[in-house]
């Protein structure tokens, strides 16, 4: 059996179990729990159809894992997996059940939040095919730079993430020490330079993905692209929607909006507040 047709059946069960899933315990967030692993899946799928003997997939493989165990942990690490139900899933998707009627968000849910997001974790895996069609296509220099760069990447949304996970630990400090908070979102290290410098990270490591499939096929014109813009869609809508929260919760949010690059980091354009002491 071909590959694509393993990851397939593969995607369409896993497709299943989330949809059941979130009809059986109220909570919509079951594609959030596995979104860290089925790529990985997937890649190793691939990788394993070639006899783990092509050097360009196995990178692949092993990048990916990395990126999914990193992933895993960090999700892991905030209470995604310490429970499941109402009060327990993502809060956005709690915001939306509350704008929508119960049909409305049960199609949301089927359409959007499974069936879709889940045919993104397939396609943002779809350059190993690529790579699998063209393994004849020996592992060279610009792979080699590739994979300089993924890491790199990996280690910038590692920082990120750890910066994040240091502020809420500092703030829920202050606040159980009822002090007065200087910052109530993080605005410092490396999201002093971007607001979402985790999703440029992020989105950077999967175009790298890509871009090993274009190397192996030699040419950037692969319609495996797709799932990268695909990717780049939901982070975009995810950005606004959860920036429109902030908002709301937050009103010097606006500011820091004025400031400070949405996704790609760069220079503030304007000073940024003192650095928390």
Not at 49 to 78: C, H, S
Request: charge should be positive; proline fraction near 5%; hydrophobic fraction near 55%.
């Amino acid at each position: 059996m071909s590959p694509l047709l393993v990851v397939l059946f593969v995607a369409i069960a896993v497709s299943a179990c989330c949809w059941v899933a979130s009809l059986v315990t109220k909570d919509a967030s079951w594609v959030d729990r596995i979104w860290s692993v089925t790529p990985v899946v997937y890649v190793w799928i691939v990788a394993i159809a070639a006899g783990l003997a092509d050097a360009r997939l196995d990178v692949m493989a092993v990048l990916i894992t990395l990126w999914g165990a990193r992933l895993t942990y960090n999700f892991a690490r905030k209470g995604g997996y310490s429970g499941y139900g109402p009060g327990v899933e993502d809060y956005r998707w709690a915001v939306l059940r509350g704008r929508m009627s119960p049909p409305q968000f049960q199609l949301f849910n089927l359409f959007f939040i499974v069936l879709f997001q889940n045919a993104v974790l397939v396609l943002i895996a779809s350059p190993a095919l690529a790579a699998f069609e063209h393994h004849t296509t020996p592992f060279g220099l610009l792979d080699a730079v590739l994979t300089v760069l993924f890491l790199a990447f990996l280690l910038g949304e590692t920082v990120a993430d750890q910066q994040q996970w240091a502020f809420h630990a500092w703030k829920s400090r202050e606040t159980a020490a009822g002090r007065d908070l200087s910052l109530r979102f993080a605005q410092t290290g490396l999201w002093r330079l971007s607001r979402h410098p985790n999703f440029f990270f992020e989105n950077a490591q999967w175009w790298v993905v890509f871009a090993f499939g274009a190397v192996a096929t030699g040419s950037v014109l692969q319609w495996t692209v797709v799932g990268i813009v695909l990717l780049l869609a939901v982070f975009l809508g995810s950005t606004s929607f959860t920036e429109s929260i902030s908002r709301s919760k937050y009103p010097e949010y606006a500011e820091y909006q004025a400031r400070t690059s949405a996704i790609i980091p760069w220079f503030p354009r304007r000073p940024a507040p003192p650095v928390l002491g």
